[in-house]
């Protein structure tokens, strides 16, 4: 695959023309991240990339995932990677989301090994494929569930975040019962997150579910009933 090295570039310059190196100490303690940032608050950078990705557009769909995965794989600054995904999701491109990008957002989400990356992923990238195409990706939502990687089970847990009626409940047990004794906080978050959104759509679903699984931990609990009363 060949990557367009002139947007990759120009994204680059943006990003280096805008860095505020006073900003950027505090932003890396916060993420708590070995990458260094430049010190480009998400305003600047969504600006940015607005105006970089409107006027250089990416021939097919190849050169596309190219792109975003050199990006990726070659940043130097976290605020690069943020631009990867950012440029996954631009809407020029949305014709591209399909079960044949989930490898891509795969090593991303894996590689990433963050809750600022994978959360994006999960929830506005995969979700979206995994609604428009059910048969295909919900066998490897399953996998990712049960499956050793924190990051990959986390994000089966959260990928329906946002889906409201549309959301597969059978899926949804099925991410979170293998995470349920996990002592992990991003899982024991991830499953409160993901009932406490749901409970907006199925409250009585919710409270039986919660009901019927004693064992969650008291994280996970607390948030799927915060607004349940």
Do not use: N
């Not at 090593?107 to 994006?120: F, K």
Request: charged residues 30%; aromatic residues 10%.
């Amino acid at each position: 695959m060949s990557a367009d090295q002139g947007l990759v570039k120009e994204i680059r310059d943006g990003l280096a023309e805008l860095a505020d190196p006073a900003k950027a100490p505090s932003m890396q303690a916060y993420m708590k991240s070995a990458m260094p940032f430049r010190g480009v608050p998400k305003p600047q950078r969504s600006a940015l990339l607005k105006h970089v990705l409107a006027d250089h557009v990416l021939p097919d769909r190849v050169t596309y995932s190219a792109t975003v995965l050199e990006l990726w794989r070659t940043a130097g600054y976290r605020e690069e990677r943020y631009a990867a995904i950012d440029l996954s999701g631009y809407r020029a491109y949305r014709r591209w989301q399909d079960p044949e990008l989930l490898p891509v957002y795969e090593e991303m989400i894996v590689g990433g090994a963050w809750w600022d990356y994978m959360d994006e992923l999960a929830i506005r990238r995969i979700g979206p494929i995994l609604r428009a195409d059910r048969a295909r990706v919900t066998p490897v939502m399953r996998a990712w569930a049960a499956g050793a990687d924190l990051w990959r089970r986390r994000t089966a847990i959260i990928c329906q975040v946002g889906a409201k009626v549309e959301t597969d409940t059978d899926l949804l047990r099925g991410a979170i019962e293998p995470a349920i004794a996990e002592p992990e906080f991003f899982l024991r978050k991830g499953i409160g997150w993901a009932l406490r959104d749901y409970a907006k759509t199925a409250p009585g679903w919710v409270r039986s579910f919660v009901d019927d699984h004693p064992g969650l931990s008291g994280l996970s609990r607390r948030e799927a009933l915060k607004h349940l009363g």
